[in-house]
C-alpha cells in the first residue's frame, strides 16, 4: 500500500512539472514574439523617419535649383541689355568723334587759308600781334609784379609798334597807350630791393648794439649844516656834529624818480630776437607794399632802441639814425586798375581776323 502511495505522488509531481514547464515555454515565446514585433516597428519608424526627411531636403534642393536658374537667366539677359546699349553708345560715339574730326579739319584748313591770306595781303598787321603781346605783358609786370619800370618800357615798345604802322585809323587806340603810359610814368618808383637791402643790413648790427646800464634818477643837492656858536643850541650841534663824523664812514644820498633796472641775460638775447623779428616784419610789408606794417614795424623797432640800447654809442645812434630815414620812406602805391589800351588792341585784332576768316569761308562755298 505504501509503494502504490508513493507512485502515485511521483506521477503527480511530473505531471506538475510538466505542466509548469509548458507555461514558462509559453510565456518566453509571447515576450520573443512581442520583443521582435517592437523592433519591427522602431525599424519601420525610423526607416519612414528618414524617408520624409530626405523628401524634404530633395524639395528644398529642388527649390533652390530653380532659383539658381532664375537668376541666371535674370543675369544673361541683363547681361545681353547691357551689351547692347554699350555697341549702340560706342557707335553714337564714334560717329560724333568723326564728325567733329571733320569739322576741325574743315576748321584749320579755313585757318591755314586765312592766316596764308593775311600774310600775303596784310604783312604789316602782324606789328598789331607784336603791339597786343607788348601790352599784355605789360599788365602782367604791372599788376602782378608791380614792376613799373618794365611796364612802361613795354607800354613804349608797343606804341612803337603801332606807329610803325602809320595807319590813321589807330590815332584812338594810340590815345589810350599815351594816357597809359603818362599814368605809369606818374606812379613813384619804390626801391624795394634798396629798403630790403637796408633793414637786413640792420638785422645784422642789432647783435652788435650796447645795452643801457641802469638808469638812475639824480642825486638831490644835500646842504651841508654848520654848528652855530649860540650855546643853546648845543642840543642841534651835538646832532650835526655827529653827523658830520658819521659821514666819514656811512655816506647816505637821497633819489627821486623811476629808475630803469639792468636786463638780465636772457631777457638781453630776447630783446634783441624781438628787433630782428620787428626788422623782419617790416621786410614783409616791404614785400607786400602794405605801409602800415611797415610802418607800424620800425616804429616799434625804434621805441625799442631808444628804452633799452645804450643812447651814448656811436652805433646805437647811426642804428635809430637809419631806422628815422626808413621812416620817411612811403611805400603806398595807387596802382591803375586796368590798361586802356589792352582791350581796344584785342578787339581791333580779334575783328581783322574774324573778317578775315569770313571772307575765305565765302571763297570756299
Same mark, same amino acid.
Given at each position: ?5 508513493? +507512485?502515485? +505522488? ?56 530653380? =532659383? ?51 600774310? !600775303? ?38 606804341? =612803337? ?41 640792420? =638785422? ?156 575765305? !569761308?565765302? !571763297?570756299?562755298?
Amino acid at each position: 500500500m505504501t509503494d502504490n502511495h508513493n +507512485n502515485t +505522488n511521483d506521477t503527480r509531481a511530473e505531471v506538475s512539472a510538466s505542466t509548469q514547464a509548458k507555461t514558462n515555454k509559453n510565456k518566453s515565446q509571447k515576450r520573443a514574439t512581442a520583443a521582435i514585433i517592437l523592433a519591427v516597428l522602431l525599424t519601420g519608424s525610423v526607416i519612414a523617419f528618414e524617408a520624409y526627411q530626405y523628401t524634404q531636403s530633395q524639395q528644398i534642393i529642388d527649390q533652390l535649383k530653380a =532659383q539658381v536658374n532664375q537668376l541666371n537667366t535674370q543675369l544673361n539677359q541683363q547681361v545681353e541689355t547691357n551689351q547692347e546699349t554699350i555697341k549702340k553708345q560706342v557707335t553714337t560715339l564714334q560717329h560724333k568723334l568723326e564728325t567733329q574730326a571733320e569739322q576741325q579739319s574743315k576748321s584749320i584748313k579755313s585757318l591755314q587759308l586765312a592766316i596764308t591770306d593775311i600774310k !600775303g595781303r596784310r604783312p604789316n598787321d602782324w606789328l598789331l600781334a607784336e603791339a597786343d603781346y607788348l601790352v599784355k605783358m605789360a599788365g602782367r609786370k604791372l599788376f602782378l609784379e608791380h614792376d613799373v619800370e618794365s611796364a612802361t618800357q613795354l607800354m613804349i615798345s608797343a606804341d =612803337q609798334r603801332i606807329s610803325a604802322l602809320n595807319d590813321p585809323s589807330l590815332v584812338s587806340l594810340r590815345e589810350a597807350m599815351t594816357d597809359d603810359i603818362t599814368q605809369l610814368k606818374s606812379l613813384p618808383i619804390i626801391d624795394k630791393e634798396g629798403l630790403i637791402l637796408k633793414l637786413i643790413s640792420l =638785422q645784422k648790427e642789432v647783435d652788435q648794439l650796447p645795452l643801457a646800464n641802469a638808469l638812475l634818477p639824480k642825486e638831490e643837492k644835500q646842504q651841508q649844516e654848520v654848528v652855530s656858536e649860540d650855546i643853546n643850541d648845543w642840543q642841534t650841534n651835538l646832532v650835526t656834529s655827529l653827523k658830520d663824523f658819521a659821514g666819514h664812514f656811512i655816506t647816505f644820498r637821497t633819489r627821486e624818480g623811476n629808475t630803469t633796472p639792468l636786463l638780465s641775460p636772457t631777457q638781453h638775447f630776447y630783446l634783441k630776437e624781438n628787433v630782428k623779428a620787428k626788422l623782419e616784419t617790416a621786410i614783409k610789408g616791404v614785400y607786400v607794399e602794405n605801409n602800415d606794417i611797415y610802418q607800424t614795424s620800425l616804429n616799434v623797432t625804434q621805441e625799442w632802441s631808444s628804452k633799452f640800447f645804450n643812447q651814448q654809442s656811436i652805433k646805437v645812434k647811426e642804428f635809430n639814425k637809419e631806422i628815422s630815414n626808413l621812416q620817411e620812406k612811403d611805400i603806398t602805391v595807387d596802382y591803375p586798375i586796368k590798361l586802356k589800351a589792352q582791350q581796344p588792341l584785342t578787339d581791333l585784332i580779334s575783328e581783322r581776323l574774324r573778317r578775315s576768316v569770313s571772307t575765305v !569761308g565765302q !571763297g570756299d562755298k
